[in-house]
């Protein structure tokens, strides 16, 4: 079963010409779907209309089989679809507790609340190991790990995650992409877009190529990393020759 579902969907900005234009991709339960395309190919604006907050000119947006085309974001995140934004997104003068606290501010079941709190500090360790520090004074890896933990205290179907990578060091963003894997594998279906195209499809499990608008191609992730062709255009280049065989 699909969490999340886009299907068909054209939208933009004002008056302007739509970005999107019938664009389709579907997220299935305990997968991660890795979004790759060229600067400007509309891969924020798809998590925009995923998390509610642009709504399509027309299509639909479809959470667990329901239609909730032109739903808001707290409606959304009501519904189960929670999004990480770009960037970093902690308040530095708060310590991790509360700025995890705050994910579930719409929890009002006082004991939900902790046993959700206790499950993100198990699923990011480093949350756990962390959690009366100043935010501000954790590394930018490690901050990003809190915006996730933030992010699943509501307990999500879906998280839509924009460039968790941005800015991090080759050693950090090996560690995000770990814990996105650890995700999933706790049941949370995630929508992934990033530069780093070519690591975020080595853990991802399905890829969508968006270009102009539309899907170019989609498939395995395993498939368009092996795909040269998508590799030139897409992946900053061919994958890594094998050595030969001695
Ligand atoms: N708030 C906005 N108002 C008007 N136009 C916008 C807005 N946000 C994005 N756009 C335009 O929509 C198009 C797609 O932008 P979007 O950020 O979705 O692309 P992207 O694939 O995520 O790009 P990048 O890889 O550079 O982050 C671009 O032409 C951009 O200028």
């Given at each position: 079963m699909s969490e999340i579902e886009l299907v068909d969907v054209q939208a933009g900005y004002g008056?302007?010409?739509?970005?999107?234009?019938g664009f389709s991709v579907s997220v299935p339960a305990g997968s991660v779907v890795c979004l790759v395309g060229p600067n400007g190919a509309g891969k924020s604006t798809v998590l925009k209309v995923a998390s509610g907050l642009l709504s399509p000119r027309s299509g639909r947006v479809m959470v667990g089989g329901k239609d909730l085309t032109g739903a808001g974001p707290q409606k959304m995140l009501a519904e189960g679809v929670a999004l990480v934004l770009q960037g970093h997104s902690v308040f530095?003068?708060?310590t991790v507790e509360e700025n995890v606290l705050l994910g579930g501010y719409?929890?009002?079941d006082k004991a939900a609340k902790s046993r959700r709190a206790k499950f993100v500090q198990e699923l990011f360790p480093v949350v756990g190991e962390r959690?009366?520090?100043?935010?501000?004074?954790?590394?930018g890896g490690q901050q990003k790990q809190v915006e996730f933990a933030r992010s699943l205290m509501v307990d999500p179907k879906v998280v839509l995650l924009d460039e968790?990578?941005?800015?991090?060091?080759p050693k950090a963003t090996s560690t995000i992409f770990e814990q996105v894997a650890r995700m999933r594998d706790a049941g949370t279906a995630v929508l992934l877009v990033e530069q780093n195209a070519r690591r975020a499809l080595q853990t991802a499990d399905l890829g969508c190529v968006l270009d102009l608008g539309r899907v170019h191609i989609s498939g395995p992730a395993a498939d368009l990393l092996a795909d040269p062709q998508l590799g030139e255009l897409y992946?900053?280049?061919?994958?890594a020759e094998k050595p030969p065989v001695p």
């Open positions: 008056r302007a010409a739509p970005v999107l234009r530095r003068e708060m719409t929890l009002n959690w009366r520090s100043l935010a501000g004074l954790l590394s968790p990578s941005m800015g991090l060091d992946l900053g280049g061919r994958p």
